[in-house]
């Protein structure tokens, strides 16, 4: 067990470029979860995975925002045409069905994004 | 998701016990109480859950009211790597509810 592995730790892009993260859940686990979080709040809730499905994407913040986990092992996050609000932290989290009940989850140490 | 409340911040004795408090009144009865903490430019890490009962692990100890409307999480003798912000979490258990975070109770472990 390494682990959830986020990369980079730390991005910094202009206004208007893409940027995209990458997250490495913990292995055999199968689902995996995109919180973003700002100074002084809490992580938000954007987005899951179970497997390779994307079953929730309702609260992805705009439609500049879009996740993909392709063979249902690592995932990217991408975040198009970059605003300054969009400077955050972005956190993965990855968890197990096959566990017990009920589900814990696993955070990485998240990807600071800071736009110029 | 149930609403909580927790108090922004709190001050503990290194080695005595610290006792965060949550109060979520509007709890469903299929929502288990979660707690998880956060330490300074870290991801989140789960501590413990429960459902009705108290609960303890090697981390804490969880304390239910009967009527499951507050909780209280306990850590027994609080180090200076407890210095963190704890959240309570009302959840169903994950999925499509996703984690509910606030803005947790920042506990300062004082040497």
């Known amino acids: 067990d390494t682990g959830v592995s986020q990369d980079p730790r730390h991005k910094i892009t202009k206004r208007g470029q893409n940027v995209t993260f990458r997250c490495d859940p913990i292995?055999?686990?199968?689902?995996l979860y995109w919180y973003r979080q700002t100074l002084g709040q809490g992580p938000e809730f954007l987005t899951y995975?179970?497997?390779?499905?994307?079953?929730?994407k309702s609260r992805l913040l705009s439609d500049r925002f879009s996740a993909e986990r392709p063979k249902g092992s690592f995932s990217t996050l991408e975040i198009q045409r970059t605003e300054q609000g969009d400077s955050a932290m972005y956190l993965c989290?990855?968890?197990?069905?096959?566990?017990?009940?009920?589900?814990?989850?696993?955070f990485g140490s998240g990807t600071q994004l800071s736009v110029l | 998701d149930a609403k909580t409340t927790q108090p922004p911040s709190m001050d503990c004795a290194e080695g005595r016990a610290a006792n965060l408090p949550c109060n979520h009144s509007?709890?469903?009865?299929?929502?288990?109480v979660y707690w998880y903490r956060q330490i300074h430019s870290q991801g989140p890490q789960y501590i413990i859950h429960?459902?009705?009962n108290n609960e303890t692990n090697e981390m804490a100890s969880l304390i239910i009211t009967e009527d499951r409307k507050s909780s209280t999480l306990i850590l027994p003798h609080a180090t200076l790597r407890d210095t963190a912000v704890y959240y309570c979490?009302?959840?169903?258990?994950?999925?499509?509810?996703?984690?509910?975070f606030g803005k947790g109770t920042h506990l300062i472990i004082q040497p």
């Open positions: 292995s055999e686990h199968n689902r």
């Open positions: 979490i009302p959840n169903s258990g994950g999925g499509a509810d996703g984690l509910t």
């Open positions: 989290a990855s968890s197990s069905t096959n566990e017990a009940r009920p589900e814990k989850l696993f």
């Open positions: 995975f179970q497997n390779e499905a994307q079953l929730e």
């Open positions: 509007t709890i469903s009865g299929n929502e288990y």
């Open positions: 429960g459902l009705k």
